[in-house]
């Protein structure tokens, strides 16, 4: 490779102009095939590398994407940003990416901050919906997991209103009667799976006992743990916020001389890679982490490129209901009703209205 090649030793090897360099180099015009391939093969040839930020000057784009997410420790959001990368990557952008680490007071001068070095943001956020005006305010295109009902910002999310019906749809017809459900009430989607979960529970005419969690955490799972199967109100089966509170549920259950599940039923949502290897293994809702990761790098890169629907502003992605051993049927339970068959009913629930739709 020869090195410090210019611009103008690009040109003189093409045999065009510096200008033309530039302007193929930055993609701000196209040229006939024949000076093209001139082109290319000059900048192969000298191994020219045009200087990321001198382009950025000139174009007003830095090709640089910024994802904001709560926790890269959850498995969940690594999978987001192993989709958003991928296409990324195949449409030559690069991804810049902040961990919020769960703390709403840094959120947003972190995400100020990012908005500064790219052409457009996806962002997942802790933030009251009542609030997110100052995205809008940024000047940038931006991508919402989980649908904003007040603004007009373009959104990817699931239906945690049927995740939610589609896991006590479950466990009801497993014989459970005594559910609870161990959330997160910090989450824009909390209320949406309780929503959900009491829908279903009240066509039983069974009640819900509701519990918080300090943090979406198996350590909050393992400390909530206690209060739930040592109270008087024991339940039979508990629906997590998430697969890591669940999991910590499960440590800390096994501790206390539980035997899971037969003493009860543990459920969650995300279905995140290590919970097929629990023990026991866990039973979870899909909500296509990765997939939605991709839709909403794809969204954002059509707004980008001019190419956005705007009768599509939320794209909704169906909840996956995949059961493991940690829901069993209770032993007064119907024999007649098939776990197969309960699995297969629960994905084809018809879906119900959300707020968010």
């Known amino acids: 490779m020869k090195k410090g090649a210019t611009i103008r030793d690009v040109a003189a090897a093409a045999g065009v102009s510096v200008a033309t360099v530039s302007k193929y180099m930055n993609g701000t015009q196209r040229f006939t095939p024949a000076v093209e391939a001139r082109l290319k093969e000059a900048i192969a040839q000298l191994g020219y590398r045009s200087n990321p930020l001198a382009r950025s000057m000139i174009t007003g784009r830095t090709r640089a994407i910024g994802l904001a997410i709560l926790d890269i420790g959850n498995p969940h959001f690594a999978n987001l940003v192993k989709g958003a990368n991928r296409v990324a990557i195949r449409h ?181 890679p290590y919970g097929e290897y629990a023990s026991p293994a866990l039973t979870s809702v899909d909500f296509q982490s990765e997939k939605m990761g991709e839709l909403a790098m794809t969204r954002l890169l059509d707004e980008l490129h001019g190419n956005a629907d705007a009768n599509a502003s939320y794209a909704l992605l169906d909840p996956h209901l995949v059961v493991r051993e940690s829901t069993i049927r209770r032993g007064d339970a119907p024999a007649a009703v098939d776990v197969a068959s309960d699995a297969a009913n629960d994905a084809a629930v018809t879906r119900m209205p959300t707020t968010e739709e």
């Open 92 to 272: 030559d952008y690069t991804l810049l990416l902040v961990d919020t680490e769960e703390n709403q007071q840094r959120e947003q001068t972190l995400i100020e901050s990012l908005a500064q070095r790219v052409d457009g943001m996806i962002v997942s956020s802790r933030m009251p919906d009542d609030s997110v005006q100052w995205l809008l305010d940024l000047g940038k295109p931006v991508v919402l997991f989980g649908r904003s009902a007040r603004f007009p910002i373009a959104s990817v999310g699931t239906d945690s209103c049927l995740a939610g019906y589609m896991l006590a749809n479950h466990l009801v017809k497993l014989g459970h009667r005594h559910i609870a459900y161990l959330g997160f009430g910090r989450s824009r989607w909390n209320d949406e799976r309780i929503r959900g979960i009491r829908q279903c529970l009240d066509e039983y005419g069974l009640a819900l006992d509701v519990h918080d969690a300090l943090s979406p955490s198996a350590a909050a799972g393992e400390r909530a743990c206690s209060g739930l199967m040592l109270g008087p109100r024991r339940p039979d089966a508990v629906i997590c916020y998430n697969d890591l509170i669940a999991l910590g549920f499960i440590k800390e259950a096994r501790e206390l001389g539980l035997q899971l599940p037969r003493d009860v039923s543990v459920a969650g949502f995300d279905n995140v």
